[in-house]
Antibody
Framework: EVQLVESGGGLVKPGGSLRLSCAAS????????MNWVRQAPGKGLEWVSS????????YYADSVKGRFTISRDNAKNSLYLQMNSLRAEDTAVYYC?????????????WGQGTLVTVSS | QSVLTQPPSVSGAPGQRVTISCTGS?????????VHWYQQLPGTAPKLLIY???NRPSGVPDRFSGSKSGTSASLAITGLQAEDEADYYC????????????FGTGTKVTVL
């Protein structure tokens, strides 16, 4: 069974940093691109970042470019999101999501999400 | 902000058919990129409902169907049931934004 479990969310002050993790199991993690998608309270879904299976290709939404860094450790079946210079508008539930291979550009499995709150 | 536009809400009585539109542009849906749909029940993570414009993952009832034409796509729910009350999002890829997977604005389906 495919499982994605996020952790690392919490309350942080504006300008602060936080590192999210996503532990994957039930599939060959190293064969899949992975993504982070966020959802602000009461709002819609927003794609944040994508990383290819071997970390060769990395992309970010303009809203987080230069502040967030996506990475993965295939040996540990883990995905990460380092978030720096956090702003109030980064407050959201952050989901990790698996992307099937072959340029599919969709998300077939999602984690349960971890809440990040940026507030003084 | 979202580059795919959906109606904020649609509603229908049990057993009825409802459709949700997803309007894009020449850099996403109109460029030939596939459209995918997700269902988000209250308080839960999104779930893949339709991929590749019209394909249903295993376990998704055939009451849900998708189509795409030009710069738009649609999700249809036939035989509406109470458990279909949820938020629905379309999603595609946009070539004008490097690496960008893009979502629709989302539609709340209410079962009357």
């Amino acid at each position: 069974e495919v499982q994605l479990v996020e952790s690392g969310g919490g309350l942080v002050k504006p300008g602060g940093s936080l590192r999210l993790s996503c532990a994957a199991s039930g599939f060959t993690f190293s064969s899949y691109s992975m993504n982070w998608v966020r959802q602000a309270p009461g709002k819609g879904l927003e794609w944040v970042s994508s990383i290819s299976s071997s970390s060769s290709y990395i992309y970010y939404a303009d809203s987080v470019k230069g502040r967030f860094t996506i990475s993965r450790d295939n040996a540990k079946n883990s995905l990460y999101l380092q978030m720096n210079s956090l702003r109030a508008e980064d407050t959201a539930v952050y989901y990790c999501a698996r992307e099937p291979p072959g340029g599919s550009y969709y998300f077939d499995y999602w984690g349960q999400g971890t809440l990040v709150t940026v507030s003084s | 902000q979202s580059v795919l536009t959906q109606p904020p809400s649609v509603s229908g009585a049990p057993g009825q058919r409802v459709t949700i539109s997803c309007t894009g542009s020449s850099s996403n849906i109109g460029a030939g990129y596939d459209v995918h749909w997700y269902q988000q029940l209250p308080g839960t993570a999104p779930k893949l409902l339709i991929y590749g414009n019209s394909n249903r993952p295993s376990g998704v009832p055939d009451r849900f169907s998708g189509s795409k034409s030009g710069t738009s796509a649609s999700l249809a729910i036939t035989g509406l049931q109470a458990e279909d009350e949820a938020d629905y999002y379309c999603q595609s890829y946009d070539s004008s934004l490097s690496g960008s997977r893009v979502f629709g604005t989302g539609t709340k389906v209410t079962v009357l």
